[in-house]
């Protein structure tokens, strides 16, 4: 098996290159928003309960937000290996079009019945009315946030993954800063409570999208095309949701998989107490996670992302099926070894950083320590699983590939039929046989 991991001299190099300034992305975002959960514990275990709960329908935005952005990753990464602007800028037009109308629907229900859908979600009526107001205004943000993730992923698939990694670090040292002024009432300011934190993201959210639309129209690298972007056209919707709609859903329902724990803590009996350890205990596997995931939204939902822009590339460029599917082996088991190795160091951390020093910034002792133990541990032993599942199925089986009967730069070119069909295929020479496959897709939920 790990003779797939011979592979040409410089490939790796071009790997960490790639997958290395989104890692550092993620681990400084994570990590100072471990100081944005720290901020709001000060608070009371009451209160971080209460935004633990209300980040349930924000965590099902962010899913469908990735979507989006997967859809559009599995386009893009092969315009681009044909440097097919033209085509590049229709299909982020489409997604813009398509993810803005979508999270300001979202946001409208957010906005308008904040109470009545956290009630849904807690039989604690008083963490509803908490968390009402943070919920109105975090919702909106991701209107904005869903913009900018659009132009990140069009640039993360042109190979420019340093431009994702300086704007999110940037947004979040903002967010940072906002969160303790506004929360805490600092320099003059009011003292908002939990909804400081989340004007402190909308913020943060409004920024980002303005510097992604200063660096969209000025861009050498990946220059709009603002006529194809406004008029993308009938044929490009149709590939874009022909090719995301799967996508989109498949998120939608992990998103909501993966949102029922925090549900279930909300109906036990010390639903207070459970919430704030699973809030606790959910930055240290985080940020544990970012090191090596591949984009800045759910963690361990996004390590697919650096395999979908090589295998992508590298269909674009016209590679064999064979080239293709040796290339997928090789990123899945590298990737399966480092979660390996991550799940090994976090487990060592949990003794000697977790327990001792992170969980009591929290305020968590007893019961709510032992809790947020168990649920760090059990989330660090699920590392290399999700690692290699999630990167088969977002970073492999997701991506269209060309059909050979058609020429690389003719229009029928542009006709693409999905991976999985052809690793199933050819399932001998990738020792897949179709039942992984579907084991490997049905894990991303």
Known sequence: MLQCLKREPGFYRYLWGLTGPIALQNLITFTLGLMDTLMVSWLGNTQMAAVTTANVPVFLLISIVFGVQSGLSILVSQYWGKRDMEHISRAIGVAAMLGTGLTVVLAAVLYLWPVEIMDLLSNNHELSVLGAPYLKLIGISYVFNMLSSLYVSARRSAEDAGFGMKLFAMSTVLNTGLNYLLIFGKCGLPALGIQGAAVATLLARITEFAVCSFCAVRSRLLPIQWRAFFRPGWEMLRRFVKYSSPVILNETAWGLGNS?????????????????????????????????????????????????????????????????????????????????????????????????????????????????????????????????????????????IQNTSTTAHSTASHRLRPLSSIMVQTAAPVQMEPSTVRSAMSSSL
Do not use: C
């Open 260 to 400: 029922m724990l925090t549900v279930i803590l909300g109906y036990t009996d010390n639903s207070v107490e459970m919430l704030a350890a699973n809030a606790a205990s959910a930055r240290p596997r985080v940020s544990t996670s970012a090191m090596w995931s591949a984009v800045p939204a759910p963690p361990e939902a996004m390590i697919g992302s650096s395999p979908a822009v090589i295998i992508g590339k590298s269909i674009g460029e016209g590679r064999s099926h064979q080239e293709v599917m040796d290339l997928s082996r090789t990123l899945l088991v590298f990737t399966a070894l480092v979660g390996a190795g991550l799940t090994a160091l976090s487990l060592l951390l949990v003794p000697t950083l977790f327990v001792p020093v992170v969980f009591p910034l929290f305020k968590l002792y007893g019961e709510s320590a032992a809790i947020a133990t168990a649920l760090a541990v059990t989330g660090f032993l699920s590392i290399p699983l999700h690692a290699y599942s999630i990167s088969a199925v977002t970073g492999v089986l997701r991506l269209p």
